[in-house]
């Protein structure tokens, strides 16, 4: 089974303080995806990444970056020099293919970041 | 048009009622899906439908029903709801093949069961 462990609930930070969301999985096929999904006040999840298991390079998009390690089975998120606007609920995401896409959704972090 | 559409954005319900929730993606994906997100649970994956073609169903009571009339449509008809059936329903896309790709989501349905 698979199993997806945000283990930081909430995180309050000062805009322009660096934040690592974690996230840890638990899965015993080879070949899996991780993904990232940040939800705003409005509702709508809104895609952010997706690494695949045999990818391990780390990635960095603007003020994003993502560390994933296979040995720690860890796929964290950093935001760097915070904005209020990253202020939002994000999810990290387990996907195996078995058929169907079934994504299975961590608990969330839900991120404030105070002026 | 955005991405994947849902309506009514909010629904209000008696238990008796019956009532329809409508999702239409305009992304040419083949597989929508169906979940649910309640305050103090994770997001709760329903149903899956490939190419219109239902392949999951995760153990979701009878009173919910889905319907995926095409591969840009997909409806969940509600019947004798419960109070804790309150939640926010999202709906999702993606290309199926050949890969697992990202999923994309609407903006969901804030249904309250009174």
């Known amino acids: 089974a698979q199993k997806v462990t945000q283990a930081q609930t909430e995180i309050s930070v000062v805009e322009k303080e660096d934040v690592t969301l974690d996230c840890v999985y638990e899965?015993?096929?080879?070949?899996?995806?991780l993904f990232w999904y940040k939800q705003p006040p409005s509702g709508e999840l809104v895609f952010l990444i997706r690494?695949?298991?045999?990818?391990?390079q780390n990635e960095i998009s603007g003020r994003y970056s993502w560390n994933f390690q296979k040995s720690t089975s860890s796929f964290n998120f950093t935001i760097t020099a915070s904005q209020v606007v990253d202020s939002a609920v994000y999810f990290c995401?387990?996907?195996?293919?078995?058929?169907?896409?079934?994504?299975?959704f961590g608990q969330g972090t839900r991120l404030t970041i105070n002026p | 048009e955005t991405g994947v559409t849902q309506t009514p954005r909010h629904l209000v319900m008696g238990m008796t009622n019956k009532k329809s929730l409508k999702c239409e993606q305009h992304?040419?994906?083949?597989?929508m899906y169906w979940y649910k997100q309640s305050a103090k649970k994770p997001l709760e994956l329903m149903f899956v439908y490939n190419f219109k073609e239902q392949t999951e169903n995760n153990s979701v009571p009878s009173r919910f029903s889905p319907e995926c009339p095409n591969s840009s449509h997909l409806f969940l008809h509600l019947h004798t709801l419960q109070p804790e059936d309150s939640a926010l329903y999202l709906c999702?896309?993606?290309?199926?093949?050949?890969?697992?790709?990202?999923?994309?989501f609407g903006p969901g349905t804030r249904l309250t069961v009174l």
């Open positions: 690494r695949n298991s045999f990818d391990e």
């Open positions: 899965t015993r096929d080879t070949t899996y995806y």
């Open positions: 995401a387990l996907s195996v293919f078995q058929g169907a896409q079934k994504l299975v």
């Open positions: 999702a896309s993606s290309q199926r093949e050949p890969v697992v790709n990202e999923q994309f």
């Open positions: 992304l040419g994906h083949n597989a």
